[in-house]
């Protein structure tokens, strides 16, 4: 028998792709993702696109299936962003089944040609003043493990302008003194970017108050209260941070207010106090100066110019 008959032929790529194919794919693109934000973002939008396309008739996955999911997605009315980031899932997909062999090569780059929607106008950040920021700390004195906690993890946020993954995955081992300031660091943020926190005394206070309480010596800072009251585990999950926030700002008479809307208002609190711009960037751990300045929220001051006074006008002196 010639030797070419007796090896076995290379199985073809699949113009369709079965669940375990999607599976298979999914799992991919979730291990090549460093962020466990980042992977649970991706496995919750993978899924609602696997749910879509094993819901239609058996369709090719290519570019004009991705193009009908994007009509899908625009009439649910999703905004452009969420849209975008579904689509980018959907392109990771494609790759990650092209380089196990699942998909043909020229579908997946078909795929990846599908353009995002475009966004018109610039998304509406939220900030607080000054004033609310106070109101949000001293709605409520706390009187129990609980309320501590929670008043120490809203300060971390409008104090340090923390992301919400770097607050729940923050160890009393990384807070530390610098230069005679508390600090948070070597803090492995967005990215795998690392920065040092400068931890404010007033927030150290707080924080200190919650591990007294709570026993807590090492490890995880913030953690899980059972309804006894007691405080167990290694740590806590993203939707109790959201209920915390929610109800402090419920507490203060503040609307519709999310933990990253703690972190710009860090920013911007910053700003309007003198400090420096690339101080600021520092502070959040922007790599780009521009992504920092979208968080301050700046609008240019026509008015009371940045340029009337400069201190060579004739009647300087």
Known sequence: MPQTTSRRRKKAPKRILALPDLEQAKSAVLSSLTSKSGQRTYDHAIREFVAWYCSEPRLAFNRTVVLHYRIHLEQRGYAPATINLRLAAVRRVAYEATDAGLLSPELAAGIRRVKGVRRIGVRLGKW???EQGR???????????????????????????????????LHIESIQQRE????IADLVGKGAHVR?????????????????????????????????????????????????????????????????DLRRTCARLCHLAGGELDQIQFLLGHVSIQTTE????????????VNDRLGIEPDAA
């Open 128 to 130: 607080l003043t000054p």
């Open 196 to 260: 040092t926190v400068p931890v404010p005394a007033w927030v150290k206070h707080h924080v200190d108050a919650w591990t007294a309480a709570a026993a807590i010596t090492h490890g995880p800072v913030f953690r899980a209260i059972n309804k006894a009251g007691r405080v167990w585990g290694d740590g806590m999950s993203p939707k109790v941070l959201w209920d915390v926030v929610r109800a402090a700002a419920a507490r203060a008479g503040i609307d519709k207010l999310a933990p990253h």
């Open 294 to 305: 979208r968080y301050l929220g700046c609008k240019q001051k026509l008015r009371i110019a």
């Open 135 to 169: 109101r949000l700390l001293e709605a409520r004195t706390p009187s129990s493990p609980r309320e501590l906690r929670d008043q120490a993890m809203v300060a971390m946020l409008i104090g340090c302008g923390l992301r919400r993954a770097e607050l729940l995955a």
């Open 180 to 183: 005679e300031h508390w600090v």
